[in-house]
């Protein structure tokens, strides 16, 4: 089970930190990732970490503003967000995907989903 919190509404240029606690299995054989879906547009992939040695990856968009990290203690992944632009508006939820057989670091294989959380970002 997966359970996104942290979004909120702010100003273009603010930070949000997203986060993702995982419960219900062992996720040292997966990729825990991040996603959005702004309104009428697909649901796109923004970045994952690999649980066991924190191999990350990003969407060029996000490349420099956007960091991805995990804690094990807390089985909980985040994903820091600044310096925010309007464009990064969406429904964000997290996912799993299983390491072995997935394309995890392209966004590909998620088959754990949690709910979504809100980012707005004004201009």
């Known amino acids: 089970q997966l359970q996104a919190s942290g979004g909120g509404s702010v100003q273009a240029g603010g930070s949000l930190r997203l986060s993702c606690a995982a419960s219900?299995?062992?996720?040292?054989?997966?990729?825990l990732g991040w996603f959005r879906q702004a309104p009428g547009k697909e649901r796109e992939f923004v970045s994952t970490?690999?649980?066991?040695?924190?191999?990350?990856y990003y969407v060029d968009s996000v490349k420099g503003r956007f960091t991805i990290s995990r804690d094990n203690a807390k089985n909980t992944v985040y994903l820091q967000m600044n310096s925010l632009k309007p464009e990064d508006t969406a429904v964000y939820y997290c996912?799993?995907?299983?390491?072995?057989?997935?394309?995890?670091?392209?966004?590909?294989?998620?088959?754990?989903w949690g709910q979504g959380t809100q980012v707005t970002v004004s201009s």
């Open positions: 970490i690999r649980w066991s040695d924190s191999s990350t």
């Open positions: 996912a799993a995907a299983p390491l072995y057989g997935t394309s995890w670091y392209a966004g590909t294989g998620y088959v754990y």
């Open positions: 219900g299995r062992t996720f040292s054989r997966d990729a």
